[in-house]
């Protein structure tokens, strides 16, 4: 649906709407290509009037692994890339916030960098009990601008956002459940994600988009308060010497 790049599958059930990375070789990795059309995404989701809510997941064992070595390395390279995907981030951050309908995240596996955002993004969240949050974009040179940094503040303690920020620290399942970043472990988060789904969707449909928005209005506005900033700063970042040299290495290290 949506035509969509092969790295996204959109799949109607009804009125929800099931979103899955599908890049499940590179552990859901974002390219160039996927992260298009997660910028692409959100507006045609909220076109889709059929559409009462949504889940999202990623393909295979991983919800998403975060920022593909070989993408990062063009865009420290490409000044055209480079303003296309800062463009795109900021699209991606504030599409979703203003997404009208409910979005589920079913966390299959790690979420890093973007992924975490996606699902600090997202309404309600099923975790596995394997899975993680981390976000190491300090850790490679780089500013978080659709990362974790930008809405962890809003869930957890200033004091724990700066230390899984600026040490790029795993957060296992459990933690995150403690912590407030998740709702609910379960053995099978897809499945629990598309039940709440659906409990959703039998609930008055103007009621329950209009309480979205009003609780996202919150989220919305603290977004909107850092993200000029953090555009700029990720930009900057990524033609340091100290990310082209990390990034070189991650790139060595792969091939």
């Not at 975790?127 to 500013?143: I, K, N, S």
């Not at 379960?186 to 209009?210: G, H, N, T, W, Y």
């Amino acid at each position: 649906m949506y035509d969509m790049p092969d790295e996204i599958q959109v799949t109607a059930d009804g009125p929800l709407r099931i979103i899955t990375l599908n890049r499940p070789d590179a552990l859901n990795a974002v390219n160039d290509s996927l992260h298009c059309g997660l910028a692409q995404l959100w507006p045609r989701l909220n076109e889709d009037l059929d559409a009462r809510a949504a889940v999202i997941t990623g393909a295979g064992r991983a919800f998403s692994a975060g920022g593909d070595f070989a993408y990062l390395d063009e865009l420290g390279k490409d000044g055209r890339l480079r303003a296309k995907t800062i463009l795109h981030g900021r699209e991606i951050v504030l599409g979703m916030t203003r997404t009208r309908i409910p979005v589920v995240a079913a966390v299959n596996g790690p979420a890093v960098g973007l992924g975490c955002s996606l699902v600090a993004l997202s309404d309600i969240v099923y975790m596995a009990p394997t899975a993680y949050f981390a976000d190491p974009h300090v850790q490679v040179g780089l500013v978080a601008a659709d990362g974790g940094p930008l809405t962890w503040p809003l869930h957890i303690s200033l004091l724990l956002a700066k230390e899984f920020a600026m040490t790029g620290t795993r957060i296992p399942a459990q933690r995150a459940a403690e912590l407030g970043l998740a709702n609910h472990i379960v053995e099978d988060p897809l499945a629990e994600a598309i039940a709440c789904a659906e409990k959703m969707m039998q609930m008055p449909r103007q009621a329950l988009e209009s309480t979205k928005r009003l609780l996202n209005i919150h989220l919305e506005r603290a977004v909107l308060a850092s993200l000029d900033y953090a555009n700029t700063a990720e930009e900057q970042s990524f033609q340091t010497e100290d990310f082209r040299t990390i990034v070189g290495k991650l790139n060595a290290k792969n091939n």
